[in-house]
């Protein structure tokens, strides 16, 4: 696959051939390309090893050229976390396309829109009024809308308890609603972010996929057609055995991995993609402190594992070659970073001078990406590429 | 003052005379006008009234039309804290900027490109050796730069240690550089954010104003003349009572406040100039709980002060009136937020079913206002202008 030299940046692409580490503007989005791309190619291979489909989240990046190197089957099919995205993943030839967080009122009108411009979107629920809601919306306009049911495997954040009754009665409400068609069951195992073990993610991996074989599996006898199982987390599609009665899966944060999925276990440490060059502005302040441009905007606030690795700080710091130096962003605050070092770190604070630069590997990679406008893409030690990151939720504009 | 559609939203505005909270899309971020008329206001007299010169800190902003209500002056003096900020306001007018992060290398040319274009630009360093290498830099471009030495007051972030060697001999070695002139001493009593009490602040207040003074005193004994003494933060300018010695002050969260603000006492709570308008999208898991559409980047992942307020979570759940509905964000993901009710709270939450919206009153208005890309201005129950917001720090594109 070629790294194609982007257009959209025509006043900056004309130095593109002379750019590297050494010469970006801090603080900046390194994204490491090689590293991308094994991470991609090895999710994929996850999957068609487990007889899944990969839709993979683009919440992670916002980024359509990385969706593009994830998706493979001509209408590109992915999973987003707002309607922006999926207005802006449509724009650039994305067909098919999931909405996974609960869709309420407010946003009938622009999905109905997306749809009306011939996007496969589908959105989700855990709500049978909102069911009916959206059922009067699509009929009001001569439409149909795909909606998934979100199911709770455990997490507690959104979707119908798999036992309950809403299990039963909100898909049955989808199913039979003229404007809407029941694409299937969805769910997100988020609690295996605070697993402590790899044995604690494969239990609540293998709970995600059982919850959901067993509720679609109830479902058709009581007679309702479940076309998709769709499930997944990072966490656990790394973890998983077996897939059986599971449609497809949508794991985000693998693309890129981070800081706090390296403690957790998910990914090595040399599977990062992501960091955020940073420049040293001050050491006056104690002979084992420096301090960066790189602060709470640049990397975020996100905390790492702490429950793993209690002086997690804000992110490690690395060289310009992506070596650890053993030390750590030990506070930010809005544009500044500080790394206080311990005494027997001292030795790798005298190497930061006024000036230098390192690469901050942060706690949370989908958190910092989307703080920024465009990843600055590396390969070897040359910046070859810059491609944009699509923030926001605004629609008006 | 008339508040005047901006035309920059060209698409959006032919809308703007019916929108309301009910009709934006969310989230949104909304800015009661009033409460920042309000607080531009009181600071401005207050600095009258201190007799000193007020350059508001726009990073919490990063906004031209909240700056020219904080500005008088026909240069529109204001500090930033990046160049993108100051490339950002010089484009829209703005003449006298202090980039007040202390700068290094990899900025000298994008510095003295904005001071060659003609813009006021003063810089801070605390480092000799950057005094130095920013002399040659603009000696090899013919220029002359304004540089700031950046003092620690107490904060221990950057600065010269105000009563040591680099104290006098980084201002000498600016005053006596042909390409730098010397704009003064500049400090920052960030620890004021940490204190516990009123008194607290003011005896860091009285430390920020004094160490200042004396090291002036200090200098100009020694020979170097001081321009400008340039002191501030919101937390300390809330409540010093004399400020003899002082030229200018810096605060910036004073424009919008915060739950962070109000909790210090630094502000009354409907002084908030700044909430997130958020939906209801889920209430499937529990009696009391509610996820809203609005989690780590619509508000931000910035703590409350914990040490005041334990259970401060992730912002104020207020109705659209503004009236605190007594709930809290109590954890955020990525675009969900979760209130989780006590027992006792339960009425509160029967009242928000899937649909309902909220104003979130968050932790840190900068570091919220930085994630989004525009405030919706909220005169009355009437949404009547959009203002974009400078983010960003990139100055290639």
């Given at each position: 696959m070629t790294t194609a030299i982007s257009t959209s940046w025509r006043n900056w692409t004309r130095d593109v051939a002379v750019m590297d580490l050494r010469s970006l503007s801090t603080p900046a989005l390194v994204l490491d390309v090689a590293r991308l791309r094994r991470n991609v190619a090895r999710m994929r291979e996850r999957a068609r090893a487990l007889g899944v489909r990969l839709r993979p989240h683009v919440k992670t990046h916002k980024c359509v050229e990385i969706a593009r190197l994830q998706t493979e089957d001509p209408d590109r099919a992915v999973t987003v976390s707002t309607l922006a995205e999926a207005a802006a993943f449509a724009a650039h030839g994305f067909r098919d396309i999931t909405y996974a967080v609960p869709i309420e009122p407010g946003k009938f009108g622009p999905a109905l829109d997306l749809v009306a411009a011939g996007l496969g979107l589908r959105v989700i629920t855990d709500d049978e009024g909102v069911a009916g809601a959206l059922d009067e919306a699509a009929n009001a306009r001569g439409l149909t809308i795909d909606v998934f049911v979100k199911v709770d495997c455990g997490y507690h954040r959104c979707g119908v308890d798999p036992a309950g009754r809403a299990a039963l009665d909100v898909p049955r409400r989808i199913a039979r609603?003229?404007?809407?068609?029941?694409a299937g069951l969805l769910t997100h195992a988020g609690h295996a972010y605070h697993a402590a073990t790899r044995d604690e993610r494969l239990a609540i991996a293998r709970e995600e996929r059982d919850v959901m074989v067993r509720l679609a599996a109830r479902l058709r006898a009581a007679g309702v057609e479940v076309p998709v199982v769709s499930i997944g987390s990072t966490p656990t599609l790394t973890v998983i055995d077996a897939l059986d009665g599971v449609d497809e899966i949508r794991p985000g944060n693998y693309a890129l991995f981070d800081a706090f999925q390296a403690t957790l276990g998910t990914c090595a440490w040399d599977d990062c993609a992501l960091t955020v060059l940073a420049a040293v502005v001050s050491r006056e302040c104690g002979r084992r402190q420096v301090v960066l441009d790189a602060g709470a905007i640049a990397l975020s606030k996100d905390q790492g594992a702490l429950w793993l690795d209690p002086e997690c700080g804000y992110g490690r710091v690395l060289d310009?070659?992506?070596?650890?130096?053993?030390?750590?962003?030990?506070s930010v605050s809005q544009e500044h970073g500080l790394v206080s070092a311990r005494e027997d770190e001292a030795a790798s604070i005298d190497r930061l001078p006024v000036g230098a630069r390192v690469r901050i590997l942060a706690n949370h990679a989908c958190l910092t990406a989307a703080q920024h406008d465009s990843f600055h893409v590396l390969e070897g030690d040359r910046i070859v590429d810059r491609w944009a990151i699509h923030r926001g939720w605004s629609l008006e504009a």
């Open positions: 609603a003229r404007g809407l068609r029941l310009l070659e992506g070596r650890d130096l053993g030390l750590r962003v030990t």
